[in-house]
């Protein structure tokens, strides 16, 4: 076993904290990585803190992985010792069910998650990149281009995926008009998106000082969702809407934007439910309220290559390790344009 060390919550009531563990030798067809940079999602916090009631303690975060390969199995043919490497949500899933011979390995219901997730190789569960280093099946790593900045590349992992996804399986594009809801971690990327994919993209915020923000990234327009005569001017006109908010809200405010056949898609994952649409708002003008989790392993190295292609990264800040608590509490303020990144060197050994 290799001895390793992260940072993991003990507990959902205390701070995250210096832990030492063992990952698995690599087997012939695992790759090792050394973790340079670790993204932080919203959902670590809600895992941190139980707010998902699923958590095993101690939990070690972190699915935005970026590193360099330090090692590969005999049988490994996808990487080699030196190369750039991401790991995201997942590493591992059974292989054979319809959704992984589909390459949509994040439905299939023995997906193995990053962490806080049983691994069949050690008995325990599994611990994130919030650590020096990770051993991941070579199925599950991710080529990662040197011509990007490597610390925002790590968001892309979950916040890319994760919009990318649902605009290209609605085959967003050029005369579309798209709104994104929310303006983080995840609206950010949606926006960065829409517009690359040529669309109208218009964002929906409550909070008017995002403005000059939303257009910098692509948004042509930014509507305030608390403004009823703003929202009004866009009754029945959107083809698509990207509900990234984490919270719960009223869907029908979006419901009632979207076109005939239009379709608003929901990735943000409350710790409390919506309250429920008004059906009527779906059935009169046949639209629909769907939702999007990540994407498989192919997609993701489509997002990444789409990236690379176009210089798409995500906005960042970059945070030594012992500030990962601070930042949980600035990220419940929305205080942070638009993802947190550990340095990893900053670590403690």
């Known amino acids: 076993m290799l001895k390793s060390v992260g940072y993991a919550a003990y507990n959902p009531q205390t701070p995250l904290r210096s832990f030492h563990f063992e990952r698995r030798q690599p087997g012939s067809e695992d790759v090792r990585i050394e973790i340079l940079y670790c993204g932080v999602c919203h ?19 972190g699915h935005e992985i970026v590193g360099r390969v330090v090692e590969v199995g005999s049988q490994v043919t996808h990487f080699k010792v030196g190369d750039l490497a991401g790991v995201g949500c997942m590493v591992d899933s059974c292989g054979v069910c319809p959704d992984c011979l589909d390459h949509q390995e994040q439905f299939c219901d023995q997906t193995v998650f990053t962490y806080n997730s049983p691994d069949k190789h050690t008995g325990k569960m599994t611990y994130g990149g919030y650590s020096n280093q990770i051993v991941v099946d070579q199925d599950f790593v991710l080529q990662v281009s040197d011509k990007l900045e490597l610390a925002a590349v790590a968001p892309l992992l979950c916040a890319g995926i994760t919009t990318y996804s649902p605009l290209r399986h609605w085959q967003i594009g050029k005369g579309h008009k798209v709104g994104i809801v929310g303006l983080g971690g995840l609206g950010h990327m949606g926006v960065k998106f829409a517009h690359a994919f040529g669309a109208e ?10 403005e000059a923000d939303a257009k910098r990234l692509g948004a042509s327009e930014v509507v305030i969702s608390k403004n009823a005569d703003e929202m009004e001017k ?7 809407i990207l509900n990234t908010v984490a919270a719960q809200h009223d869907l029908d405010q979006y419901l ?29 003008r046949r639209r629909a309220l769907a939702g999007s989790l990540i994407g498989g392993i192919r997609e993701t190295q489509e997002m990444l290559d789409f990236c690379a292609e176009h210089g798409i990264v995500s906005d960042i800040e970059l945070i030594p390790m012992a500030g990962i608590n601070d ?3 600035r990220m419940l303020k929305s205080d942070v344009k638009y993802r947190f ?3 990893m060197a900053t670590l403690p050994g």
């Open 341 to 343: 990144v550990i340095d």
């Open 43 to 61: 959902s670590d916090l809600h895992q941190v803190r139980n707010e998902w009631r699923g958590t095993t303690f101690p939990i070690v975060p």
């Open 327 to 329: 930042a949980y509490q």
């Open 234 to 240: 866009h009754l029945n006109s959107f083809d698509f």
């Open 256 to 284: 009632s934007l979207l076109k005939r056949d239009g379709t608003m898609c929901l990735v943000g994952v409350p710790s409390e439910p919506h309250p429920s649409p008004n059906v009527g708002n779906l059935i009169f």
């Open 201 to 210: 993209v218009v964002l929906f915020t409550t909070s008017p000082g995002k």
